[in-house]
C-alpha cells in the first residue's frame, strides 16, 4: 500500500505556492509521492482563456524537475471532455485500490467540496489535505463524513491571476515563481498578448 498525493489545478501558470504546498504537504503526511495534476479542459472554468495545456505541462515539469517525490502527471491530459477530478480519482483507485490517496487542495477550493462534479467520490475514496498559509484561519471541513488533515505553508502571497498580468506587463516574476517556470514562460510567450 502506498500513501499517494493528487494535487490538481490549472497551473496557469504554475507558481511557488503551488510547490510549498505539494512538497510540504508530502512530508506532512508521509506521503509517497505526489502527483502533480494538470486539468487539461476544467469545468469550473469555461469561461476563462487558458494557456495551452501543452505550455503549462512544460512549466510544470520545468518548475517540479529534480523535486524528490513529486511527478507531473498526463492524467487528466488524454481524457476528452472537461476535466472532472473525480474521474481521476476513480481511475487512480481502479488502478490501486490498496492505495491511500490524499487529494491536496488549497483552503479557497475546500470550502467548494461540496460543488464539485460527485463529491461523493472524493469523499468516499481519499482523504481531502487542505493546504492553507500560515498568516489566515485554518478552514474547517468541507462537510460531514469527509476525512481532513491539514498542511499549513508559509504565508506566501501568489496568484496565478497577477503573475498573468505580470508576465504581460514584462513585470518581473523573480521569486515568486520557480526560475525554470519562468526561463519556460519566457521561452514560449506566454501570457504576452494578454496585455
Wanted: contains cysteine; negative net charge.
Amino acid at each position: 500500500m502506498h500513501r499517494l498525493g493528487v494535487f490538481g489545478g490549472t497551473f496557469d501558470p504554475v507558481h511557488n505556492g503551488h510547490l510549498a504546498a505539494a512538497v510540504n504537504a508530502r512530508r506532512a503526511l508521509a506521503l509517497d509521492r505526489v502527483l502533480v495534476v494538470p486539468a487539461r479542459d476544467p469545468w469550473q472554468k469555461q469561461d476563462r482563456r487558458l494557456a495551452p495545456v501543452e505550455d503549462r505541462l512544460a512549466m510544470l515539469e520545468a518548475a517540479f524537475d529534480g523535486v524528490d517525490g513529486v511527478e507531473v502527471s498526463r492524467l487528466e491530459l488524454d481524457r476528452p471532455g472537461p476535466t472532472y477530478t473525480a474521474d481521476s480519482v476513480e481511475e487512480l483507485h481502479a488502478a490501486r485500490p490498496e492505495d491511500e490517496i490524499f487529494l491536496i487542495v488549497g483552503a479557497d477550493a475546500a470550502s467548494d467540496l461540496e460543488t464539485w462534479d460527485r463529491p461523493e467520490v472524493m469523499r468516499d475514496f481519499t482523504t481531502i489535505v487542505i493546504v492553507s498559509r500560515a498568516d489566515i484561519a485554518e478552514p474547517g471541513a468541507p462537510g460531514p463524513r469527509w476525512r481532513v488533515e491539514h498542511v499549513r505553508i508559509p504565508p506566501l502571497a501568489i496568484s496565478s491571476t497577477d503573475l498573468r498580468r505580470r508576465a504581460a506587463a514584462g513585470d518581473p516574476l523573480e521569486g515568486l515563481m520557480p526560475p525554470a517556470a519562468i526561463r519556460c514562460l519566457r521561452e514560449r510567450g506566454l501570457y504576452a498578448d494578454r496585455g
